[in-house]
């Protein structure tokens, strides 16, 4: 078996231009403000109108490519259903928008996704319960950030309602394991959990296509996170156990991700994805061979680069996660300094 993946195509579509990747289901591709410069969406063609997957960062440079796309790649056909896979900006920043843009005499359309993302997107937008900037500020103070990286990190903003600046109040949930109809043919939802509390990919057998969203990317691993309002859990293993589904997916599926080219080759990624948090792992146990070190210590052992405040924001969250997995399968130990700060060591 070859573990070689294979990217059917050279280049992604232009801005406000769209690759047909299966009969009517085609790739386009918004601007995304961050070192990760983009975003992958799916139009797919349903009826005389249209279903989206993923909506794009809420702000006006992506809107602008969304008229364009209204105008050429829709051909002034009615976007009809919004679905989204998890409730990160890029993926739910402009489901209200179109959902109002796109309203018909019953009001504007109603998101299809987890129930789950929909109160987490509300939760982070406002602030509430865990998700206060102070509990944030708590949260990697006590794993080791410096007040100046709390400064820029837990400080900096609410970031995520700069992105998703109009929420859906409301939607039609999609349950883990169900069966939608889109475009004529069936998609089983796929739940994902590890990176948000219940993403979900969309996997259509009879097209051999998966749209992974965020939980299977050709070149990058997925970011795994720990929060506060989570703050012990092990998104490690929820991940890795998440992509044991997809190895159920037929061998020749394209996969759709959100970030970087469609590729082919499922089970040779989730392989090589298990392998990477193996490896980083055995990184963090050799990290404190010498001695107990707090998550914040242990980020240059996980991101050998320069890392700047929004990816410092998601390597401590990383960072945690991966030490919490060493501590909940019993490589490490966790203990709270007399400063407050908790470390992990070698057992
Ligand atoms: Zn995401």
Redesign the pocket.
């Known amino acids: 078996m070859s573990t070689e993946l294979v990217f059917p195509y050279e280049i992604a579509p232009a801005a406000g231009a769209a690759t047909e990747v299966s009969l009517g289901i085609f790739w386009i591709r918004m601007p995304l403000p961050f070192a990760l410069d983009h975003i992958n969406l799916w139009l797919i063609e349903e009826g005389d109108g249209w279903a989206l997957v993923d909506t794009g960062f809420g702000v006006q440079a992506t809107r602008d490519i969304w008229e364009q796309h209204f105008v050429g790649t829709m051909g002034g056909r009615p976007l009809r259903r919004i679905i989204c896979t998890?409730y990160?900006p890029?993926?739910l920043g402009n489901a209200q928008w179109l959902a109002e843009r796109f309203a018909t005499n019953e009001g504007p359309l109603i998101p299809e996704m987890s129930l789950l993302e929909l109160v987490t997107a509300h939760a982070v937008a406002g602030g509430t319960g865990a998700h206060q900037r102070s509990a944030l500020a708590t949260f990697f103070r006590s794993h080791g950030l410096t007040e100046e990286q709390i400064e820029i990190t837990a400080n900096r903003g609410n970031t995520y309602s700069g992105g998703v600046p109009t929420r859906p109040t409301t939607c039609q949930r999609i349950f883990p394991g169900d069966t939608l109809e889109i475009g004529g043919k069936l998609w089983t939802a796929i739940v994902g959990h590890g990176?948000?509390p219940e993403?979900l990919s969309f996997y259509c057998e009879e097209a051999r296509l998966l749209i992974s969203?965020?939980m299977l990317l050709p070149k990058i691993s997925t970011?795994v996170n720990v929060w506060p309002v989570t703050a012990l859990s092990d998104p490690v293993a929820e991940y890795v156990n998440s992509l044991q589904a997809f190895k159920y997916c037929e061998g020749d599926t394209l996969v759709l991700p959100?970030h970087g080219m469609p590729f082919r080759g499922i089970k040779a990624r989730v392989e090589a994805l298990e392998t990477h948090h193996e490896a980083r792992m055995n990184d963090l146990y050799a990290a404190v061979a010498d001695g107990e070190k707090s998550a914040a210590e242990l980020i240059p052992v996980l991101f050998r680069r320069q890392l700047d405040n929004h990816q410092l924001f998601f390597a401590i969250a990383e960072a945690v996660a991966h030490v919490n997995h060493g501590w909940h399968i019993g490589r490490l130990t966790r203990a709270v300094g007399v400063d407050g700060v908790i470390r992990f060591g070698a057992i």
């Open positions: 998890h990160h890029d993926h990176h948000t993403h969203g965020d970011n959100s």
